[in-house]
């Protein structure tokens, strides 16, 4: 498994929220 990085704004207080696990 390794972490992404998507084309997307990260929302406050989720620091994976910019990343899509895959």
Same mark, same amino acid.
């Given at each position: 498994q390794?972490?992404?990085e998507l084309e997307?704004? #990260?929302p406050d207080g989720n620091l994976w929220a910019g990343f899509?696990? #895959?």
């Open positions: 390794k972490w992404i997307a704004p #990260v899509e696990m #895959v």
